[in-house]
């Protein structure tokens, strides 16, 4: 009985951790997208952060001992400025703000505010959450800490203003929001660890949209697991979306086209699927409480 247990577990497990467990973000049909311009990306760099402001691509970089603040030539992918966060520091999400730049970091609590044009740190400001993706609406700062929270702080205090919590069509939190982008009025939001950028409702955190990048970036080419679509950045005066990820050798600019409300066949098949999978979930863990049950009793 024990083994039977055991293995039951084991088989929940299985089906709970499926990239496929919890379906995509929503049951629209996702945006259509087309690649506009392939530029090169240093692929040694963590992309954490990502923001075009006035015909310069800023870029922040993760990992303890190689965080950096960046100025890029979108060209040629060069490294034009940089400066080298102290090796405690896991550099996470960055954004504008008037001539400054904001960037956060992990699990330290503490944001950088830098000259945008020196990069000489003004000060230091904290927070309570992990730090993950950060932008702002021309009002707050809004940040994400991998959860399916997006904080609203004021940007001279970091003072958290409001929240909102993102769902899915479900109702059901969609978590692991990562790195932001403020759109045309919507919060751009990746999805850690998968291949999905989704629009989302600054007002409500209803889940207006999304977009599935999978295959835009040659697998072959990407040698770490690590190496997951991370960086979001929007030229607001030309209308240009840019997208990358952490280790990436390449920057695309993509034009997204909003799509049709009904899901297509493949994606609808895809939504059962999950949804059977959430079945079968519950289905599993109802049979190990019974066996859990019968263990103890007998």
């Excluded at 978590?175 to 759109?183: A, D, G, H, M, R």
């Excluded at 919507?186 to 409702?201: L, P």
Aim: aromatic share 10%; net charge positive.
């Amino acid at each position: 009985m024990r083994q039977q247990a055991i293995l039951l577990v084991a088989v929940i497990f299985a089906v709970a951790l499926s990239p496929a467990m919890a379906g995509p973000p929503s049951s629209r049909r996702p945006d259509a997208y087309r690649v506009v311009q392939v530029f090169p990306h240093d692929p040694g760099a963590f992309t954490q952060g990502l923001v075009y402001v006035d015909g310069h691509l800023y870029e922040s970089t993760g990992l303890n001992g190689r965080s950096s603040l960046r100025l890029v030539d979108l060209q040629t992918g060069r490294v034009l400025q940089r400066h080298d966060l102290p090796g405690e520091y896991f550099g996470e999400g960055l954004t504008d703000w008037g001539n400054d730049l904001v960037q956060l970091t992990w699990k330290t609590g503490t944001a950088f505010i830098y000259d945008r044009f020196t990069f000489a740190v003004r000060r230091t400001l904290h927070y309570p959450e992990e730090g993950w993706g950060l932008t702002h609406d021309g009002k707050n700062l809004i940040l994400s800490d991998g959860s399916s929270v997006l904080h609203f702080l004021d940007p001279d205090t970091f003072r958290e203003v409001r929240r909102i919590s993102v769902k899915d069509d479900q109702g059901r939190p969609l978590l692991n929001l990562n790195e932001l982008e403020y759109v045309r009025g919507e919060i751009y939001a990746n999805v850690w660890q998968t291949n999905w950028i989704v629009r989302i409702s600054p007002r409500t955190g209803r889940v207006l949209g999304w977009i599935d990048l999978s295959g835009i970036m040659d697998k072959s080419q990407l040698t770490d697991p690590d190496a997951v679509l991370n960086g979001i950045a929007y030229d607001a005066r030309w209308d240009r979306l840019f997208v990358t990820g952490k280790l990436w050798p390449k920057l695309f600019e993509i034009k997204v086209t909003s799509a049709a409300k009904e899901p297509a066949a493949g994606e609808k098949a895809l939504v059962t699927q999950a949804r059977r999978r959430g079945i079968l979930y519950w289905c599993l863990t109802q049979r190990y409480a019974k066996l859990r049950l019968a263990t103890q009793t007998g």
